[in-house]
């Protein structure tokens, strides 16, 4: 008898026989392929032919496996379904060679967070492209997330359970005060802190908002003498003693040598994540991102 030459086992044969198998007529298995019914005919009948066995019954009715074909289906699935691995994996890898990331942020993030992260990123993927927008706030940048116009988002933990996130690290709240208004070394007391006009970025309100319920936890107020909208503006009245900030240090850095930097006297921290829309269909290239972020 001769032996089967697999060379001229071809995957339509297979995909002819499953597709049969599966319908129960040729007629069906031809429309779900987009062939002829007499091309899937030909290809059962040379399948049949080259293996030098019979597959499947023929009848009035449509077509059913013989005892060989019964035990035969299986692993023609399953050649058909590792084709469709390879297939995905190949495609997953071009995803990895072409294409862009689109980031959303605050500043102080785009400044201090993310050249580091893009240069590590590019390093390993450098025909990725990475597009940065830059938020005055983080309610922007879920907004963003949701409205499809970022991939990934670096925003405040917890967030909405419409995201799903990883906290990434964390930032603590300082206050910021005229140049040697306080001794070096020395802690600084809630009483301190209040002789001090207080400066706000109008900008940050959730901040803001944080800082303020943190102050009333200890039976303080947040006196606010100046609205700002810059940080870099803040800093410049701390320096020249119009008064003092509380500000996250990411947002405050650079922190110029003159102003003194203190913790609160309970300390306040906030948590910075980064954020993808949950269920979202994203391009592999995320992912590997997102792998880049988590090493840190």
């Known amino acids: ?46 399948l049949e032919e080259e293996l030098g066995i019979v597959l499947l019954f023929r009848g009035r009715y ?77 309610a922007e940048v879920e907004q963003a997330l949701r409205e499809g116009q970022a991939d990934v988002g670096f925003t ?13 690290f964390r930032d603590e709240f300082v206050a910021l005060l005229p140049p040697g208004s306080i001794a070096p070394g020395v802690s600084l007391s809630w009483e301190q802190l209040a002789k001090y006009p207080m400066i706000v970025n109008l900008r940050s309100p959730q901040h803001n908002k944080t800082v303020s319920a943190h102050f009333l936890q200890f039976g303080q107020t947040l006196k606010i003498d100046y609205e700002l909208r810059e940080d870099s503006t803040i ?37 910075i994540g980064v954020a993808i829309l949950a269920d979202a269909l994203l391009p592999r290239a995320v992912f590997a991102f997102l792998d880049i972020l988590k090493v840190g």
């Open 235 to 271: 800093l410049s009245m701390v320096k020249q003693g119009l008064g003092a900030t509380v500000m996250a240090r990411l947002a405050a850095e650079p922190i110029l040598e003159e102003i003194e930097v203190r913790s609160l006297p309970v300390p306040l921290e906030r948590v």
């Open 62 to 138: 449509g077509a059913i496996l013989t005892p060989i074909g019964e035990q035969m289906i299986q692993e023609a699935r399953q050649v058909l379904h590792l084709l469709e691995v390879i297939r995905e994996k190949a495609n997953q890898e071009k995803g990895l060679q072409t294409g862009q990331v689109r980031v959303a942020c605050v500043r102080s993030i785009a400044t201090h967070v993310l050249p580091k992260v893009i240069a590590r990123f590019r390093e390993k993927l450098p025909t990725i492209s990475v597009v940065m927008t830059e938020c005055d706030r983080y």
């Open 156 to 168: 405040l933990l917890p967030s909405s359970t419409e995201f799903e996130t990883w906290e990434l």
């Open 1 to 46: 008898m001769n032996e089967v030459n697999d060379s001229k086992l071809k995957i339509s044969q297979l995909r002819a026989f499953v597709a049969i198998a599966n319908h129960g007529n040729f007629s069906s298995a031809a429309l779900e392929l987009g062939l002829s019914q007499s091309t899937v005919s030909h290809a059962i009948a040379t």
